[in-house]
């Protein structure tokens, strides 16, 4: 067990939905980062949160969007869902600075 | 932008030997941070190593290192005495280094590793 929690593991949605993932991170850390890993696309940046506030953002669409609640745990929330955004989605958490990274199990997304 | 380079869409080796696995990348920071990452057909993603571009020795970590040349931008993971339960996918990836809030990872396409008995 990583520290990091993501919920659901899997989860199948239809075409024109809205799901929300969601990601508890390592006790102690405060930056949660979110990656979306597709065959087409491979492993991309999607944003991050540093102690409830946006840090960066990534290929992130405007479909899709996220936050960090005061308890540092945070959700991504994707919606009007298309075929393509089918994929493993991952939370990853840090205290600090890169080095300390812990990558949860992640989310399979599967839009149908 | 910083960007990382794979070229090796696949690897195979046999149990006991080593394998290099190569890794270039290109980034206009001057401080940054190099990671491997093996990723079995399970779908986790497993730490393996890190070097920091001011480390001045390589990286090391059980059977893994990295063989790191900044002149070069190349951070390649070696892997000596591979097993079966290596076989996997294998991602390089950089970021910056900031103390504060960290950042993200930029990952290169990976490389799978097949090793055979």
């Known amino acids: 067990d990583s520290g990091v929690t993501q919920t659901p593991k899997h989860l199948i949605t239809a075409t024109g939905q809205r799901v929300t993932l969601r990601c508890s991170p390592r006790?102690?850390?405060?930056?949660v980062y979110w990656y979306q890993q597709s065959l087409d696309q491979g492993l991309q940046f999607l944003i991050q949160?540093?102690?409830?506030?946006?840090?960066a953002k990534g290929n992130i669409l405007e479909r899709f969007s996220a936050q960090q609640f005061p308890d540092l745990h945070s959700e991504l929330n994707l919606s009007s869902l298309e075929l393509g955004d089918s994929a493993l989605y991952f939370c990853?958490?840090?205290?600090?600075?890169?080095?300390?990274?812990?990558f949860g199990s992640g989310t399979r997304l599967t839009v149908v | 932008a910083q960007k990382i380079t794979q070229t090796q869409p696949g690897m195979f080796v046999q149990e006991k030997e080593a394998v290099t696995l190569d890794c270039t990348y290109d980034?206009?920071?001057?401080?940054?941070?190099l990671f491997w990452y093996k990723q079995p057909s399970s779908g986790e993603m497993i730490f393996l190593i890190y070097?920091?571009?001011?480390?001045?020795q390589n990286a090391t970590e059980g059977r893994y290192s990295l063989n790191f040349q900044k002149a070069r931008k190349s951070a390649n993971l070696v892997i000596s005495a591979s097993q079966l339960g290596d076989s996997a996918m294998y991602f390089c990836?950089?970021?910056?280094?900031?103390?504060?809030?960290?950042?993200?990872?930029?990952f290169g396409k990976g490389t799978t590793l097949s090793v055979s008995s």
């Open positions: 990853a958490s840090s205290i600090r600075d890169s080095y300390g990274y812990t």
């Open positions: 006790s102690g850390d405060l930056s």
């Open positions: 949160y540093y102690n409830g506030e946006e840090r």
């Open positions: 980034t206009s920071d001057q401080s940054y941070g």
């Open positions: 070097q920091g571009s001011y480390d001045e």
């Open positions: 990836a950089i970021s910056r280094e900031e103390k504060q809030a960290g950042t993200a990872l930029i």
